[in-house]
């Protein structure tokens, strides 16, 4: 199996078209075709299904390509790796982190970080809810930063713990669930859900660890802008991080539920894949998420 042939697979599936794939990669369509065709023989399963609007790949198409993102991803970082070692510090890294780590974390990691090492490329995505680790888990991600599940098995990932968080309940200025005393009063709000379904996220846990049934689903939503406008907008009940839901410039529009009963605690670190945990440029970028960390564990302001 030749890597421009599994190259010609990864263009026609993310493209869904064999010209635009074909010019992707540079070569013409008819040679996009053959190099498809040797795999499907070498394998012998179909790969793509073509029809008047492009390619979709077939049942075997998706897991070779999924694979094989996968291996050019290990192999681009096998690349970067080894001019790490030799102190040429390049490549790229991206990072999947949660709303309070994008918010506290990020920034001033970032801004630490890309000044020692201005050649590493960083791409951040937004994560609301974590503990599938799907990303991590495919190589979609390098690092996750976000609240550490307490069910991962032991040694799946090198974990680094960088700050403690509690998720409170809060609505928006105004709102009646405001004068709520207690969880149990919360239980009729509909509330915003987080991840991928009603069945996850952080809401159930709080409602669970009290003893209570979880609250209906108002909404679903894997989006902090959206969580953000549904609250502060609608007649609807959230969990924040205390260090966000407590921000002067939300004050405005959200203020924290003060319930009788505490927040769900929440252990935020940093989640790496066992094989890229002694990269330089990991071993760095965790050093400046944890100069980052001990300024919001202590309360400092961070230099703009």
């Known amino acids: 199996m030749k890597l421009a042939t599994l190259a010609a697979l990864i263009a026609a599936v993310e493209e869904g078209s064999m010209r635009a794939?074909?010019?992707?990669?540079?070569?013409?369509?008819?040679?996009?075709?053959?190099?498809?065709?040797?795999?499907?023989?070498?394998?012998?399963?179909?790969?793509?299904?073509?029809?008047?609007?492009?390619v979709l790949p077939t049942a075997q198409g998706r897991v070779l390509y999924e694979r094989a993102v996968r291996a050019r991803h290990e192999l681009e970082a096998a690349a970067d790796e080894i001019s790490q070692i030799g102190g040429h510090m390049v490549g790229k890294l991206h990072i999947g982190a949660v709303p309070l780590a994008v918010m506290l974390l990020i920034p001033e990691a970032m801004r630490t970080f890309v000044r020692e090492f201005p050649q590493i490329q960083l791409r951040i995505?937004?994560?609301?809810?974590?503990?599938?680790?799907?990303?991590?888990?495919?190589?979609?991600?390098?690092?996750?930063?976000?609240?550490?599940?307490?069910?991962?098995?032991?040694?799946?990932?090198?974990?680094?713990?960088?700050?403690?968080?509690?998720?409170?309940?809060?609505a928006r200025q105004g709102s009646r669930w405001l004068e709520a005393r207690s969880l149990q009063d919360l239980q009729a709000a509909p509330w915003v859900y987080t991840g991928?379904?009603?069945?996850?996220?952080?809401?159930?846990?709080?409602?669970?660890?009290?003893?209570?049934?979880?609250?209906?689903?108002?909404?679903?939503?894997?989006?902090?802008?959206?969580?953000?406008?549904?609250?502060?907008t609608g007649d609807y009940v959230a969990l924040l991080p205390r260090q966000?839901?407590?921000?002067?410039?939300?004050a405005s529009y959200v203020s924290p539920i003060e319930t009788g009963e505490s927040g769900?605690?929440?252990?935020?670190?940093?989640?790496?894949?066992?094989?890229?945990?002694?990269?330089?440029?990991?071993?760095?970028?965790?050093?400046?998420?944890?100069?980052?960390?001990?300024?919001?564990?202590?309360?400092?302001?961070?230099?703009?």
Not at 158 to 167: A, D, K, Q, R
């Open 196 to 232: 991928t379904d009603h069945r996850a996220g952080y809401a159930r846990a709080l409602f669970e660890r009290n003893g209570l049934e979880a609250p209906q689903q108002g909404a679903l939503v894997n989006s902090t802008l959206a969580l953000l406008s549904l609250v502060s």
């Open 125 to 170: 995505s937004e994560e609301l809810y974590v503990a599938q680790l799907q990303k991590l888990r495919t190589g979609e991600v390098d690092i996750t930063v976000g609240g550490i599940p307490d069910d991962l098995a032991a040694g799946e990932f090198y974990i680094e713990p960088l700050l403690h968080t509690e998720m409170i309940p809060a």
């Open 244 to 250: 966000i839901a407590r921000q002067s410039w939300l």
């Open 21 to 54: 794939a074909a010019r992707r990669i540079g070569c013409s369509q008819p040679a996009l075709t053959r190099m498809i065709r040797e795999l499907e023989l070498e394998l012998a399963a179909p790969l793509l299904l073509r029809s008047s609007r492009g």
């Open 264 to 304: 769900l605690p929440l252990q935020v670190g940093a989640m790496v894949r066992q094989e890229l945990a002694l990269a330089p440029v990991v071993r760095h970028l965790l050093t400046h998420l944890h100069r980052a960390a001990h300024h919001i564990n202590r309360g400092d302001m961070l230099p703009a």
